[in-house]
């Protein structure tokens, strides 16, 4: 599963980092979820040609987004529910508990967010909530400090077992993966 999110392209950047695009172009992923502010449909539909089927991109619509897309989508695997959501009204940005909030509201074990661009995987008996951070390194709004950041997760639902692999861009322009592994 590739998670990316808060890429707002083209208004402030022109492209994914070339490391997550070619992580993106590596396979044909399972599963695409986008945590929004595309800005265009275009940016969005470009995810297509890298996920097995179309439906398999699970998208929510982002403060920047200025098109029809469902504000916060669920879907499952297994007898596991995620939900994706853009992060629109949490203040301040990123606010842990207020996330849970929107898990339990969602009835969803795993939410993955957006909307701070910052990297976050933060999990708990209840929760775990995974924020990608922009993949494009942009900033703006209240976003000034960012991780340039990407998730890939490899879920093995007869055991819920989430790998999560972090890809991040550090202050070298070199790309640093960390490894966490959480049971459902």
Request: hydrophobic fraction near 40%.
């Amino acid at each position: 599963m590739f998670i990316a999110g808060d890429l707002h392209i083209p208004s402030r950047a022109t492209m994914l980092h070339p490391f997550f695009q070619e992580i993106l172009q590596s396979k044909k992923w399972d599963f695409i979820i986008l945590t929004g502010d595309f800005t265009t449909l275009e940016v969005l539909e470009r995810f297509e040609n890298y996920v097995n089927k179309p439906e398999k991109i699970i998208a929510c619509k982002g403060n920047m987004d200025q098109f029809n897309l469902a504000l916060s989508p669920t879907f499952k695997i297994g007898s596991t529910k995620f939900g994706v959501f853009h992060g629109t009204g949490i203040s301040p940005r990123g606010d842990v508990n207020q996330l849970k909030k929107i898990a339990n509201k969602l009835d969803v074990k795993i939410l993955i967010t957006g909307h701070s661009h910052q990297l976050l995987v933060y999990s708990d008996k209840q929760h775990l909530i995974l924020n990608p951070g922009t993949a494009t390194g942009a900033t703006g709004g209240s976003s000034w400090y960012v991780d340039t950041a990407i998730l890939v997760l490899i879920f093995e639902p007869k055991s819920e077992k989430i790998t999560i692999e972090s890809y991040k861009i550090n202050d070298k322009n070199s790309l640093k993966k960390s490894i966490e592994v959480v049971e459902l």
